[in-house]
């Protein structure tokens, strides 16, 4: 089974460029069956994942008309939230305003082949090295995806992990999760909670706040304060 890709882009030169590079940089890594649609609108292109949903990864331009890559983004996580999100802009200062639509990674237009080259390892990455968890809940052993993990709260010796998907209580302490999901972008932000910088909007420093990307706050503990900043500079990094 192959690993479909979709690009939409009103800018059909730039998208078809795109389109190449990243073939020719998956084909240089062994990849060899990766298809990659071209869509000129979002209205086709949600057409297409309605009817067949095969698509791991969707390629958005954020500028487009009638509807823009941020309103894509946000009727294809209603239909399927496991689509990994990465959008593409020649107006770089919209890169911020995207983190509300959990973007997997940006590829900039004005150095698209550089961009690509990261998208692809990243992807290789992630299904190489994709982490989930086995955890012993009340439904069950149940394994999940850090990836789709928001944050964990400690309570009364049991942690609820609130993920994309599901909530999910288990008795474990909170530095054994913490040493399970240490290298995945997920770090304490306070002794009562994990926080993956995924779902990061911003840190309120007049209010001591990490507000997230789902409208939530979590008090930051003054301990965890400084490890937990270096770290969101380190995962900003990353993009």
């Not at 940089?25 to 000129?40: A, H, L, P, R």
């Not at 057409?47 to 500028?63: C, F, K, P, T």
């Not at 979590?218 to 380190?234: A, P, S, T």
């Amino acid at each position: 089974m192959g690993y479909n890709i979709a690009i939409c882009d009103d800018d059909n030169l730039m998208a078809q460029n795109i389109k190449n590079s990243m073939l020719h940089e998956f084909s240089n890594k062994g990849w060899q069956d990766v298809t990659i649609d071209y869509y000129e609108d979002g209205v086709r292109l949600l057409s297409s994942i309605e009817a067949d949903n095969s698509y791991r990864v969707v390629l958005l331009d954020i500028n487009m008309e009638p509807m823009d890559g941020f309103q894509i983004a946000e009727q294809i996580a209603k239909s399927n939230s496991k689509i990994l999100i990465v959008f593409v802009t020649s107006h770089e200062e919209t890169v911020y305003d995207s983190f509300d639509y959990m973007p997997f990674y940006f590829i900039r237009k004005s150095r698209y082949e550089i961009s690509v080259k990261r998208v692809v390892n990243k992807i290789i990455d992630r299904e190489n090295h994709e982490k989930k968890i086995m955890v012993e809940s009340k439904d069950g052993l149940v394994a999940i995806d850090t990836a789709n993990i928001i944050y964990a709260v400690s309570q009364d010796h049991y942690i609820t992990i609130f993920t994309t998907d599901d909530n999910y209580v288990i008795r474990k302490s909170m530095t054994e999760l913490e040493n399970e999901l240490k290298n995945y972008f997920i770090n304490r932000a306070h002794k009562k909670y994990l926080v993956n910088y995924r779902f990061v909007k911003k840190i309120n420093s007049s209010t001591g706040e990490v507000l997230l990307v789902t409208g939530e706050t979590i008090r930051l503990g003054r301990n965890y304060k400084d490890i937990f900043e270096k770290g969101l500079v380190l995962y900003y990094r990353t993009l």
